[in-house]
């Protein structure tokens, strides 16, 4: 007993030694104080295959923080991060309630992170869910906090955020939905891309539960107008409204009809295919979709982006 008790103590500690070590070697976050830092990642697509990223001006989509609406940031900030101009990396309340629930629920199903530590995830370490990388993502997130300004945490968290297959950032997001910059992004459309992050491949999929996304989208158009961010004629202006879908079903019975008439060429037999995703093109609808693969995000680059509106209150943008 006494034996196992020991082993059981030695490999905590060395574990701890393990974590202690890797700290060490942490990337430094002093560089993204300087907006022109160009980096690069791995995204993963649908298919499980990883690709290289730009994070940075020389991505075609980076859209810098004055070509986001302050809808679009305050949308993210009140549904994902409600306390964000309140703590200093880590949320310790919104940790609590996280442990309480997982207890619960005998499951790891709420994570609690801040808007922060995602930054620090997607940009510096992997999807495990493991104590180690736990603790180097607060580690990052405290060190993030003291280097940058808020405005730029949420100016590097809007542009990584995955939104589709394989479009990462409210820039890419804006053309693949709507067809426009970000800057053009109508309120209701600011809260229907925010209303996608929990869950952009399955849960809130608009191409598969379009009406889950459009009830989470109302319930932070509401967050909104309770901030003061929306007045009352635009809350009522922005619940009116609704993604473009005009046409959706014809345009993807033709695209399964084209890919059937292919199938019978080559063996003689249809059969039908599931719809998904294909970007939207400039000047037309919000949503679209075709049958077969998934579609390739464009190559990146850079294009000018217009300056976004105000908006009140402003998302603060203090010095360091």
Request: charged letters at 25%.
């Amino acid at each position: 007993m006494k034996k196992m008790l020991y082993l059981a103590i030695g490999a905590v500690v060395a574990y701890g030694a393990y974590i202690a070590l890797s700290l060490m070697f942490l990337p430094s976050v002093e560089e993204l104080k300087n907006r022109r830092t160009n980096m690069t990642i791995q995204v993963k697509d649908w298919h499980g295959d990883y690709h290289p990223f730009t994070v940075g001006p020389k991505n075609r989509y980076w859209t810098p923080s004055g070509g986001i609406p302050a809808e679009m940031k305050w949308a993210v900030i009140l549904a994902e991060d409600s306390n964000f101009y309140k703590h200093e990396g880590i949320d310790v309340k919104a940790i609590k309630n996280a442990i309480k629930y997982d207890l619960e629920k005998k499951s790891f199903a709420r994570g609690a992170s801040t808007i922060t530590q995602q930054v620090a995830k997607n940009l510096f370490l992997s999807r495990e869910k493991t104590i180690s990388r736990k603790v180097k993502e607060i580690v990052l997130a405290k060190r993030m906090e003291e280097e940058l300004t808020k405005g730029r945490i949420i100016e590097l968290y809007l542009n990584v955020v995955e939104l589709g297959p394989m479009v990462y950032g409210i820039g890419h997001g804006a053309r693949y939905y709507f067809g426009k910059p970000a800057s053009a992004l109508t309120p209701r459309e600011c809260a229907f891309l925010a209303a996608m992050l929990p869950g952009p491949r399955v849960a809130y999929n608009p191409y598969k539960n379009l009406d889950k996304v459009l009830k989470r989208s109302n319930m932070i158009l509401r967050l909104l107008r309770n901030k003061g961010v929306l007045s009352a004629g635009e809350y009522q202006q922005a619940l009116g409204q609704e993604p473009n879908i005009a046409g959706l079903q014809r345009k993807v019975d033709q695209s399964i009809e084209k890919v059937e008439a292919t199938f019978q060429n080559f063996t003689g037999s249809a059969g039908p295919q599931e719809p998904v995703p294909v970007p939207a093109s400039e000047g037309e609808g919000t949503v679209k979709e075709a049958p077969a693969a998934l579609p390739p995000a464009e190559p990146a680059g850079t294009t000018p982006v217009e300056e976004g509106k105000g908006g009140a209150p402003p998302v603060q943008e203090e010095q360091k």
